[in-house]
């Protein structure tokens, strides 16, 4: 299985994974439109806390500040009329992560309670969400029940969203469930113990294993929520033992040693695909980003199940396969209780008002560059002052280092955003989706003839516009090739330390057919491929020119002595010295042809061509150095930090420090090449006009893609504004599609609906008026609804007590719709049993088959009849009931026998009724002495009264008259007094009133 190792940022795991929805498409001759040089230069002005920065932003010092605003100073922003203040939701989420593992190292031999489903649902129920985001978030969060941001909704499952998340905050329930377990406290010190039989801690106390929780003290709102989970937990008898501290203090024995039971966890996750990389049990390793799932007693995965489901997911062939598949895995982990997500963040960010043109994205954090509400490229693009001045943005977050290879932190990775440039950007309308920026992509496949696979293949088709710009002067040094794109994906492989080499590690080899097509060919099959290679592009003119980052070398092979063809070469891999480009290969010295007769693949250079015995092979290729530094090979930064962004650096002072800043120009040769994007309805067609109530109809919408580019977009149909149906399409330029919809009817009400299908506006879509189509209505009408109970045909009239009688129920549905509907069969007014009719179709009939049980049936007559449930919207009413023939339940035998009969044989909870111990057969009986048992969970003994039959002789005497629902019997003894003789025949001897309990549920037998 292949599974990406990642890099832990401490301030905040970041997990960066892939997109949700792809255009793939071909650039052609078309008009476009741009997004040009940016309207200001900026400074990025660093300080030593977002105090100090706010302070900055309130005096005019900065213009935008850098950071979410703290809950304490959001009123004050929001009372100055100087800022503005834009709120955002954040693509972090919040999660009370569980160690499922079997034991942890602390407690070896121990059995971990968490890696029990019930003592986890237990945890899960003694959380109330709504009560922390309230009090310790202050309502700057939005609540989520699934391991993924809120703003990823449309791929969680919907039947455990809201409503249907099974652990709503109960502590009761929390307590019974470990009850259940059999953690009670048998001591009486106030801590549960554990089971007698749980592995390594028989009847230990929790004090001698307390929980070990650990709580981030450097986020306040996860402090504050980790402590609140904590006193909830010893509140129902669990210790605790809590380790509060910074990432440095609590990620060591969390995630590299896995030595802990609750963590206070928090992850930014911008693509939907994550839980593949936090919970595939293939990340479950030292500093791996899976330190939940853990493993069962004999070191193999606890969920096999949910690794082929996040494996389907990965690998899906597309977009809605893929979130189908995520859906279950995301079901599959609430049902069981796998982690505990609770919040995402809102972020509210700030700026002066003095910043004109801003536009704004509604994602916060938001990968690849941690673009947020007011600092992404759109605004970098358009905003501005009116006096001229540079854009001051202040941050506290301090870069390290400015290494477009090793940077991987918020700040670094912010910084060089400005400088440097990706393949792809999310588009404005939808952060989930993306958008070409420095290329336009194709996905399609490829055949792998050494494993026998299909494997995917990207194409890229690269904007003739970039340009590498030298810092300082603002030099033009070339334009930006697919040659550029080979390079970076290369040196990115050989460099395990590189930020994105595991995005490059699944590339299997690459072909650069010009200098603005490249064609990657992917070690894996998955939709998912292509937003790994987004990473910033490295110029390869300008890194080769330093030895100390891509050194020339020529090595030489002869055929049959160091080298076999086909084959590799026998060079460095994955370390200094190792290839990052060919530039020639001859034998016997003649050029052999790259991508023909050799590759780079997978890091290694292959030789395709089959080479004569002796053959010299003088290969001349670029070799890896060493990027390490503060700047790429700790070379200046006045010669290294050549980029292709939108702004280039003319004053780099003290970066590393707080009080240094960074000058950014702007970039007079930037220009990304937008293309025409109009989405269009245009036709809907109703397969009628007038329809019954739960009659389907079918709608067809047509949809056209009038754009240059091929989209992905999401086309809703409603009615009367309740969406009906959605689905997800993708079309290339001047296609259209016709879509099928059926308006299931059942659970509408009978009126008139109007029927619209709508396509979403995109980001620089100039003609919307098109992207909604409304056509007419469809009126529902009242269908005629009429079930009856047409036939009962016992199996026989006369049985013996005891014996079971068979009776068929016909039932026909004589209406207009399917009908589901209860069926129930009586004996007198007393009920035998119901059966369910399920979905039944008009103008059919069905046939039940119930069983009468006769035993606890007092032997004599009964009048059969059933009845159907009378529906809504039902009129004719009478032949839903129907009574047919004389059953008669005959004495069993001559012998002397009992029979105890309820009044009625089915009880509610906390209801009464009557139990009659009746006799039969009896010779001369003279007194009596029962004694019956009964499940005290079910039922509770009330009263005991005597019946008719002894004293019809002659006076009587009560010996014994006893209720005990401790330990679950009743006792009645009687005889006559003075009477020679005893009775005979049949009777009844005393009845019980009994209520039933509510304890549980359960069947009298």
């Not at 759109?378 to 941050?395: C, E, Q, R, W």
């Not at 309308?429 to 003839?449: F, M, R």
């Not at 004719?876 to 026998?897: R, W």
Request: net charge negative.
């Amino acid at each position: 299985m292949l599974v990406k190792r990642f890099f832990v940022v401490l301030n905040i795991s970041v997990l960066v994974l892939s997109t949700c929805i792809i255009p793939a498409f071909k650039i052609g001759n078309v008009a476009m439109a741009n997004l040009s040089c940016a309207k200001s230069d900026f400074i990025f002005q660093y300080y030593n806390g977002i105090d100090s920065a706010y302070n900055a932003l309130k005096a005019g010092t900065i213009d935008i500040l850098d950071f979410p605003l703290k809950y304490e100073m959001l009123p004050d922003a929001l009372n100055d009329p100087n800022l503005k203040v834009v709120p955002v939701v954040d693509s972090r989420m919040y999660l009370f992560d569980l160690n499922n593992n079997y034991t942890i190292a602390d407690y070896p031999g121990v059995k971990s309670p968490l890696h029990e489903l019930k003592f986890r649902q237990a945890i899960a129920f003694a959380i109330d969400k709504d009560y922390i985001i309230e009090n310790f978030w202050y309502n700057m969060a939005e609540r989520i029940d699934q391991p993924l941001p809120s703003i990823f909704s449309n791929w969680m499952n919907e039947t455990y969203m809201e409503a249907g998340y099974p652990y709503e905050y109960n502590l009761t329930r929390a307590a019974q469930l470990l009850d259940e377990l059999g953690f009670i406290d048998t001591d009486g010190n106030g801590w549960r113990n554990y089971p007698a039989d749980w592995p390594g801690a028989s009847n230990a106390d929790f004090t001698q294993y307390p929980l070990k929780v650990f709580i981030r003290s450097d986020h306040t709102q996860r402090l504050s929520s980790g402590r609140y989970l904590v006193q909830q937990l010893e509140s129902i008898g669990i210790k605790c033992n809590c380790v509060e501290g910074s990432s440095s203090v609590v990620a060591p024995p969390v995630i590299e040693e896995k030595n802990y039971h609750i963590y206070t966890a928090g992850w930014r996750i911008v693509y939907p695909n994550a839980p593949f990389f936090l919970y595939h049990s293939d990340s479950w390793y030292p500093w791996g980003p899976n330190y939940v799932t853990g493993m069962n007693e004999n070191n193999l995965p606890n969920y096999p199940q949910l690794d082929e489901l996040l494996e389907e997911m990965y690998l899906a062939s597309s977009f809605e396969s893929s979130r189908e598949k995520l859906k279950t895995a995301l079901g599959f982990m609430v049902e069981n209780c796998i982690t505990v997500p609770y919040v995402t963040e809102i972020d509210y960010y700030a700026h002066r008002i003095e910043v004109q043109g801003t536009i704004y994205t509604n994602v916060s954090d938001y990968w690849p560059n941690f673009d947020n509400a007011v600092l992404n490229k759109y605004n970098l693009l358009s905003a501005y002052k009116n006096d001229g001045t540079p854009v001051v943005i202040g941050t506290y977050y301090v870069p390290e280092q400015l290494n477009v290879i090793e940077s991987l932190y918020r700040s670094e990775v912010l910084t060089l955003a400005m400088f440097y440039e990706n393949l792809i950007y999310f588009a404005l309308e939808n952060p989930t989706n993306h958008q070409p920026w420095l290329a336009a992509w194709n996905i399609d496949s490829w055949y792998d003839n050494e494993s026998d696979e299909n494997k995917t293949k990207i194409t890229f088709y690269l904007t003739n516009t970039s340009y590498w710009i030298r810092p300082v002067t603002g030099e033009v040094l070339g334009e930006m090739t697919a040659l550029d794109f080979e390079f970076t994906t290369w040196y990115n492989y050989q460099w395990p330390e590189a930020a994105h080499y595991f995005d490059a590690a699944y590339v299997h080899h690459i072909e650069v057919l010009d200098n603005y097509t490249v064609e990657v060919y992917m070690n894996i099959s998955s939709v998912w491929s292509l937003f790994d290679l987004n990473y910033p592009i490295i110029p390869k003119q300008v890194w080769t020119s330093f030895q100390q980052l891509a050194e020339l070398k020529t090595s030489v092979f002869i055929e049959g002595i160091n080298v076999t063809t086909p084959g590799y070469l026998n060079l460095t891999y994955q370390d200094i010295g190792a290839p990052v480009t060919v530039e020639s290969v001859m034998a016997d010295g003649n050029p052999l042809t790259k991508y023909e007769d050799y590759n780079i693949e997978m890091g290694k250079i292959k030789i395709y061509k089959d080479l004569a015995p002796g053959t010299v092979l003088n290969v001349t290729y670029y070799a890896r150095g060493n990027p390490d530094g503060a700047f790429p090979g700790d070379l200046p930064w006045q010669d290294i930090l050549v980029g292709n962004g939108p702004f280039y650096i003319t004053e780099l002072v003290d970066p590393f420090n707080p009080g240094g800043y960074i000058y950014f120009k702007a970039n007079p040769y930037y220009n990304i090449r937008l293309f025409d994007r109009d989405l269009a309805v245009t036709n809907v067609y109703v397969s009628k006009d007038t329809a019954t109530v739960g009659e389907n109809v079918t709608i067809q919408v047509e949809v056209e893609n009038q754009g240059e580019i091929s989209e992905s977009f999401e086309l809703t149909v409603y009615t009367n504004e309740t969406v009906i149906g959605r689905k997800t399409l993708n079309l290339s330029p001047n296609c259209s599609s016709l879509i099928v919809f059926n308006w299931n009817t059942d659970s509408y009400d009978p009126g008139k609906y109007v029927i619209k299908a709508e396509v979403p506006i995109l980001f620089g879509e100039e003609d919307a008026s098109d992207n909604i189509f409304v056509d007419g209505a469809v009126t529902l009408t009242i269908p005629l609804i009429d079930v009856a109970v047409t036939e009962i045909m016992p199996s026989k009239n006369t049985v013996s007590y005891g014996e079971i009688l068979l009776v068929n129920v016909t039932v026909e549905n004589q209406g207009e719709k399917a009908v589901s509907f209860e069926v129930r069969l009586f004996a007198n007014s007393s009920v035998i049993s119901s059966l369910n009719v399920e979905n039944l179709s008009p103008q059919s009939t069905m046939t039940l088959p119930f069983e009468w049980i006769t035993n606890g049936w007092r032997p004599g007559c009964y009048t059969l009849a059933a009845e159907a449930d009378i529906l809504e919207w039902e009129t004719d009413t009478e032949d839903n009931y129907l009574t047919n023939g004389i059953i008669t339940i005959l004495l069993p035998s001559t012998e002397t026998y009992l029979v105890a009969t309820p009044s009625i044989n089915e009880v509610t909870l906390g209801d009464s009724f009557t139990l009659s111990i009746d006799i039969f057969n009896v010779t001369d009986l003279y007194g009596y002495d029962i004694i019956l048992n009964y499940n005290i969970s079910l039922l509770t003994a009330n009263s005991i009264q005597e019946g008719p039959f002894l004293k019809s002789a002659g006076e009587t005497y009560i010996f014994a008259n006893t209720t005990d629902n401790e330990e679950g019997y009743v006792r009645f003894a009687v005889s006559l007094l003075g009477t020679p003789t005893g009775v005979s025949g049949n009777g009844t001897l005393f009845t019980i009133n009994f209520t039933a309990s509510l304890h549980y549920t359960g069947v009298v037998d």
